[in-house]
């Protein structure tokens, strides 16, 4: 029988993009969370908010992002949406688990507390009003990196419990040291028999490229047919498999991606996306240690899993004066790290800091259009895999449109707790979320409220099949979701009345929360970045 609290588990893996796992289409190895799928639930229209920062606050929390504070990213902006760490009207999983006896572990990325320049490291203040870390925030242990990257071989700044720790300068990989670190956490527990929370939270496979030598073996060649033949395959696969909807025809690669036969360094570039294919092999074989390890303790069976990316494949490119500048260029044990995309190096190594650049992340989001950054599909849609042995017994693919903050709800009603009012003397908002457990069973489910999305002033609403959807500073686009998902039929001049009422929806819904014209914010962002990098 299910004891009457069970475990939990959430994963949270960092710009893995919608096609990238094996269950999804992929060539990608993950067979331990492809089998996860296979014997749960799989939620094929799961929505993120196209950024690291404001999903994780919107997860963390059941309030869109604005309303938890990271309405944009780590800098303080000035206003209460905008602040960069999490508001003290909202409530954590972990602070609202903790009240009903749960053990609460996190090993990971954080990147909700504020902001960080790595370049400046030794002068970091964590822990203070404007820099909470997760032990502030209702985590009983924590584990990994506040801000958001990092070398896998050689971070800069690694911390445990409340003490940054130097980490060894060889045989360290960061993948392996967060599972390993969550295996530790569950297995010290406690002498009684409460049940635990663990938020693991992979870096992988955000930039930079990092991966081991035998890993990346495993995709030699396997990309030498180029990103239109692989974005093709996926698609095909994926349709094959039936977790799609519907059929949909797959977006046209994107206009900035030359065809692969322009290409003249196709091996430097096959061998870009081994490894970022081996970075996401080795964080699925870490999960699978994981997964062992429940076995052994005898907490399989009753703890659920739930699995995500925080938004879709990352197209931004690692020049040397680009976002490579912001992080150190050496290595732990002294040697000089070569920054940013060069075709003159082999990628992967631990003197190498790479991206995997802008055509191999629209193969990461086909059939979608768009990546990280952006509202459209590619930036903010990620399958959800749910795993519960105990309760869900039947596997389900389960197709009805889905947001990140329905995580905390769906955590909650599971773990049997209640929603606080308050917390710490601060009357808590109202949940934006709602819970999942009835489509995870299998039942059916539907939204009651329209899901809503800003970030850098890309904008969109969705209320039941239709989407109204802009890029900043653009037009409005609508589509049908039912129909096409991949958007590709401009609905907006054929509909304009529907194109107008979800504008004035999502016009209310932004005044509510708090969002400021990008026009205006982005002139404070780039203040506080030279602030940052002047002053560390």
């Given amino acids: 029988m299910p004891q009457a609290r069970p475990n939990i588990i959430l994963i949270l893996v960092d710009d893995m993009g919608f096609a990238d796992l094996g269950i999804m289409g992929s060539e990608i190895r993950t067979p331990h969370i492809d089998a996860m799928a296979r014997n749960g639930a799989m939620l094929s229209s799961m929505y993120n908010c196209a950024r690291c920062c404001p999903t994780r606050a919107a997860m963390l929390t059941g309030l869109y992002p604005h309303k938890a504070g990271i309405g944009h990213m780590g800098a303080n902006l000035g206003t209460p949406a905008y602040q960069g760490f999490l508001r003290n ?3 954590t999983i972990a602070e609202l688990l903790r009240l009903s ?12 507390g504020g902001d960080f320049f790595a370049r400046h490291v030794d002068s970091w203040r964590f822990g203070d009003l404007e820099h909470p870390t997760p032990r502030q925030r209702g985590f009983d242990r924590f584990y990994g990196i506040l801000d958001g990257a990092t070398h896998f071989f050689s971070p800069h700044c690694v911390i445990e419990d409340d003490r940054r720790i130097e980490v060894p300068p060889s045989d360290y990989y960061l993948t392996d040291a967060i599972t390993d670190k969550a295996i530790g956490m569950i297995e010290q527990g406690g002498a009684d028999d409460a049940p635990f929370f663990l938020y693991l939270a992979h870096a992988a496979p955000h930039w930079p490229l990092h991966a081991h030598e035998e890993d990346i073996a495993r995709y030699d060649g396997t990309y030498s047919k180029g990103w239109d033949a692989i974005r ?12 799609l909807q519907h059929k949909w025809a797959i977006s046209a690669r994107d206009s900035a991606a030359p065809p692969w036969a322009d290409i003249r360094q196709q091996d430097w570039e096959a061998n870009r996306m081994a490894v970022y294919a081996a970075m996401v092999d080795r964080m699925d074989q870490s999960i699978g240690r994981l997964l062992a390890a429940l076995r052994r303790l005898g907490k399989y069976d009753d703890t659920l899993i739930l699995f995500l990316s925080d938004n879709g494949g990352c197209a931004e490119l690692m020049e040397e004066d680009g976002w490579a500048k912001f992080y150190p260029d050496r290595h732990n044990d002294g040697r000089h790290i070569q920054m940013g995309n060069r075709p003159s190096l082999r990628p992967g190594g631990p003197l190498t800091f790479m991206s995997y650049d802008l055509p191999w992340a629209n193969v990461s989001n086909a059939p979608f259009r768009l990546y990280k950054h952006w509202v459209h599909e590619g930036g903010i849609s990620t399958p959800m895999i749910a795993h519960w042995p105990a309760r869900i017994q039947q596997p389900v693919i ?17 773990a049997g707790a209640a929603y606080a009012s308050d917390l710490g003397g601060h009357a808590l908002q109202q949940l934006d979320g709602e819970t999942l457990l009835p489509l995870l069973r299998g039942q059916d489910w539907a939204r009651g409220q329209p899901i809503f999305w800003e970030h850098e002033g890309n904008a969109a609403v969705r209320a039941g099949n239709l989407k109204l959807v802009r890029k900043f500073g653009e037009p409005w686009e609508l589509y049908d979701m039912e129909t096409d998902r991949t958007e590709l039929h401009d609905l907006a001049h054929r509909a304009k009345p529907q194109a ?16 400021i014209d990008w026009a205006v914010q982005l002139p404070k962002l780039m203040e506080a970045w030279d602030r940052g990098n002047e002053n560390g």
């Fill in 500 to 515: 107008e009422r979800l504008a004035r929806e999502f016009g209310h819904w932004a005044e509510t929360v708090g969002v």
């Fill in 101 to 112: 006896g749960y053990r609460t572990y996190m090993s990971g990325k954080w990147h909700v």
């Fill in 232 to 243: 093709t395959a996926r698609h095909e696969e994926m349709l094959a498999r039936g977790v």
């Fill in 89 to 91: 009207d909202s409530a």
């Fill in 398 to 414: 389960a197709h009805a449109a889905c947001h990140v903050v329905d995580i905390l709800p769906t955590i909650l009603d599971a």
